[in-house]
């Protein structure tokens, strides 16, 4: 069975850094895109960032210029670098796989930015 491990989360002060991590455990043939999402309470689940295969990533608005995404492809590990953390960055983070044939999803971590 396929499953999505995150770890990193936890509580930051404003201003603050986290880097989140989501390791795929079983096989998972031909990722063709991991990433994260975000749900702050009474919100929908929005993008945060995503990185194809190929290389292309894209982010939401409200991240460009301090979160970073990375991927090994080899390990089929995400990272998501988050600095400059805001309070409105608050929320559960779910790593996500996509493939041709599987769209899998993680527990979630949760981040908090509080002073």
């Known amino acids: 069975q396929v499953q999505l491990a995150e770890s990193g989360g936890g509580l930051v002060q404003p201003g603050g850094s986290l880097r989140l991590s989501c390791a795929v455990s079983?096989?998972?043939?031909?990722?063709?895109?991991m990433g994260w999402f975000r749900q702050a309470p009474g919100k929908q689940r929005e993008l945060v960032a995503t990185r194809q295969s190929d290389g292309t990533m894209v982010y939401a608005d409200s991240v460009k210029g301090r979160f970073t995404i990375s991927r090994n492809n080899s390990d089929k590990t995400v990272y998501l670098q988050m600095d400059d953390l805001g309070l409105d960055d608050t929320a559960i983070y779910y790593c996500n796989a996509l493939t041709l044939t599987y769209d899998i999803w993680g527990q979630g971590t949760q981040v908090t930015v509080s002073s």
């Open positions: 079983g096989i998972l043939p031909n990722i063709y895109r």
